[in-house]
T-cell receptor
Framework: DAGVIQSPRHEVTEMGQEVTLRCKPI?????LFWYRQTMMRGLELLIY????????DSGMPEDRFSAKMPNASFSTLKIQPSEPRDSAVYFC??????????FGEGSRLTVL | SQQGEEDPQALSIQEGENATMNCSYK?????LQWYRQNSGRGLVHLIL?????REKHSGRLRVTLDTSKKSSSLLITASRAADTASYFC?????????FGPGTRLSVLP
């Protein structure tokens, strides 16, 4: 298995632009998590899905952030409009039930 | 906060020495996991210990869990330069994994 695949690996954009981050979880995993990592706040859970259904989005910072999981093999995290304080590394992780998490390599976002 | 708290925040040791990192948490847990993150990479799962277990081993890793003290420790024996990374404990609350701020380990050759 190729593991969790995230794209893009790096994104540099200007304030106000829309950003879409993508994730392909490991086949057969039924839980998907989006985390954000910064030096100041560490790893923060943004949202997680079980069987493609959003279970807890209380970590989503504000309405500018949205996440979807249209099917078991794809998820997106969208920021519109982006702001400099959104600069961070965004990780997607998948798991089978409540077992270990498998992380992607992350998407490093820089908003100028 | 449900977050686990690792200590120390940073640890620097010589190759061959043992490294011990601790994690404390505040509420009852289902299981506790340890992860490693190399610079610029995603997190990698190291070991999972359930709330009814007290100790687990995996290669050079030894994890203990003391539910009465709400704490866990990760011991890396005979450390190598390749062990240089950040180490995180993750607490499972329901279906949600909550990570601590991590311990940055530097193993000097």
């Amino acid at each position: 298995d190729a593991g969790v695949i995230q794209s893009p690996r790096h994104e540099v954009t200007e304030m106000g632009q829309e950003v879409t981050l993508r994730c392909k979880p490991i086949s057969g995993h039924n839980s998907l998590f989006w985390y954000r990592q910064t030096m100041m706040r560490g790893l923060e859970l943004l949202i997680y899905f079980n069987n493609n259904v959003p279970i807890d989005d209380s970590g989503m910072p504000e309405d500018r952030f949205s996440a979807k999981m249209p099917n078991a093999s794809f998820s997106t995290l969208k920021i519109q409009p982006s702001e400099p304080r959104d600069s961070a590394v965004y990780f997607c992780a998948s798991s089978l039930m409540t077992g270990e998490l498998f992380f992607g390599e992350g998407s490093r976002l820089t908003v100028l | 906060s449900q977050q686990g708290e690792e200590d120390p925040q940073a640890l620097s040791i010589q190759e061959g020495e043992n490294a011990t990192m601790n994690c404390s948490y505040k509420t009852s847990i289902n299981n506790l996991q340890w992860y490693r993150q190399n610079s610029g990479r995603g997190l990698v799962h190291l070991i999972l210990i359930r709330s009814n277990e007290r100790e687990k081993h995996s290669g050079r890793l030894r994890v203990t869990l003391d539910t009465s003290k709400k704490s866990s420790s990760l011991l890396i024996t005979a450390s190598r330069a390749a062990d240089t990374a950040s180490y995180f404990c993750a607490i499972l609350y329901g279906q949600n994994f909550v990570f601590g701020p991590g311990t940055r380990l530097s193993v000097l050759p």
